[in-house]
């Protein structure tokens, strides 16, 4: 079956670190890849996403490309802001069971000023 | 347009009590979705419906029902609220296919 692994968090960044939290995952066929934001309190938003090799999905300053050949959709920014504490979770849809997604267990990242 | 909205944002309900989360999306969408996130677990999908008229078990179904109302709407209820159900509810939807999921803004629920 499908399944996403991302890295445990928590994460704790000072203002304008660099950024990388690991996604891998395994799928068959040619899953579409996405990663959400949760931020505190609240419910979650679409990031960024990609639906096929080598595309770079992009938003906010955040970038992830999508590796077919290490299965992999990590997410990076190169300086981050106290604005960008949240929980950050990766997802596939690949298209099998109704096209629901698969995501990871989600990843919280902490920036201090 | 509103997105995805769910009523309410909080509840307290006691054991045995039964209760209906709503949910609705004004944006046309085809297929509907509940999950509940609890602390350590990540989204877990309790029921979906991928179309209007069609409803399907998730990865954790039991205790729950769900009815897709009409195309905008899609209920999750409790009929017998257990302690096990506290959580966080989010219902989403999307358009179909391989398509990104929008979600509501949550309904945090205590079960004492």
């Known amino acids: 079956g499908n399944s996403v692994t991302q890295m445990e968090g928590p994460v704790t960044l000072s203002e304008e670190a660099f950024l990388t939290i690991n996604c891998t995952y395994t799928?068959?066929?040619?899953?579409?890849l996405f990663w959400y934001v949760q931020y505190p309190g609240e419910g979650l938003q679409l990031l960024l996403k990609?639906?096929?090799?080598?595309d770079k999905g992009s938003n906010k300053g955040f970038e992830a490309t999508y590796r077919k050949e290490t299965t992999s959709f990590h997410l990076e920014k190169g300086s981050v802001q106290v604005s960008d504490s949240a929980v950050y979770f990766c997802a596939l849809n690949s298209g099998g069971s109704n096209y629901k997604l698969t995501f990871g267990k989600g990843t919280l990242l902490t920036v201090n000023p | 347009n509103a997105g995805v909205t769910q009523t309410p944002k909080f509840q307290v309900l006691k054991t045995g009590q039964s209760m209906t989360l709503q949910c609705a999306q004004d944006?046309?969408?085809?297929?509907m979705y509940w999950y509940r996130q609890d602390p350590g677990m990540g989204l877990r999908l309790i029921y979906y419906?991928?179309?209007?008229?069609?409803?399907d078990k998730g990865e954790v179904p039991n205790g729950y029902n769900v009815s897709r109302l009409n195309k905008r709407e899609f209920s999750l209820r409790l009929e017998s609220a257990a302690p096990s159900q506290t959580s966080v509810y989010f219902c989403?939807?999307?358009?179909?296919?391989?398509?990104?999921?929008?979600f509501g803004p949550g309904t945090r629920l205590t079960v004492l």
């Open positions: 990609a639906t096929k090799a080598d």
């Open positions: 419906s991928a179309s209007e008229g069609t409803t």
């Open positions: 799928a068959t066929g040619y899953p579409s």
């Open positions: 989403a939807s999307k358009r179909g296919g391989l398509d990104e999921q929008f």
């Open positions: 944006m046309n969408h085809n297929s």
